[in-house]
């Protein structure tokens, strides 16, 4: 099983608006004991300490071991966006008050870290959905909905993962929604 490499890149992917301090703070401290490095996306650097590194979504993406998602199923159907090319391992951690997606609470955080380090976790899989213009893609693991006013024509969709069924519905006034099956 992958684990997080010695001096390897936590990255952290941030609730818009949920404070993140208390759970940053655990993080920051289980990072310094463990060797590991956090990082965040530099449009979030103001909302943590200064030992976690800011750097650009890019790097981000590319260069975490594995990233902590703070906050709820959005913010982990955007940590799953962000390394949908590069599937690496994602901790959710639920800020709020229910998430189906998000499974560790901040007081389960130190083991869920410890488990992240030693490789002793499980993978879910989630089957996604890529949505493209021929210029442009969007990735989607929950669904897609797109209103009347959007151009679909030529658009082009594929499955990342073969063989799972979409349910394709055009709703009237609606737009197009798009899920899994």
């Not at 992917?13 to 530099?42: F, I, M």
């Not at 913010?75 to 090319?85: C, E, I, K, S, Y």
Request: with cysteine.
């Amino acid at each position: 099983m992958q684990t997080v490499k010695p001096g390897g890149r936590l990255g952290l992917v941030l609730h818009p608006r949920s404070d993140p301090t208390a759970v940053v703070e655990k993080l920051t401290s289980w990072a310094r004991s463990h060797g590991k490095q956090l990082v965040v996306d530099d449009r979030d650097a103001a909302r943590v300490p200064d030992d976690v590194e800011p750097v650009s979504e890019a790097q981000l993406r590319d260069e975490a071991d594995a990233l902590i998602s703070l906050g709820g199923d959005g913010t982990m159907l955007g940590a799953l966006r962000l390394v949908a090319q590069r599937p690496i391992p994602i901790v959710g951690v639920n800020l709020g008050s229910r998430g189906f997606l998000v499974e560790v609470e901040p007081h389960e955080l130190d083991d869920a870290l410890d488990r992240l380090d030693t490789g002793d976790f499980t993978i879910e899989e989630h089957s996604a959905a890529v949505l493209s213009d021929g210029c442009d893609e969007s990735i989607a693991f929950n669904d897609i909905s797109g209103q009347p006013a959007l151009q679909l024509d030529g658009t082009i969709m594929r499955r990342m993962q073969p063989g799972e069924a979409l349910d394709v519905r055009l709703i009237p006034r609606a737009g197009l929604v798009v899920r899994d099956a």
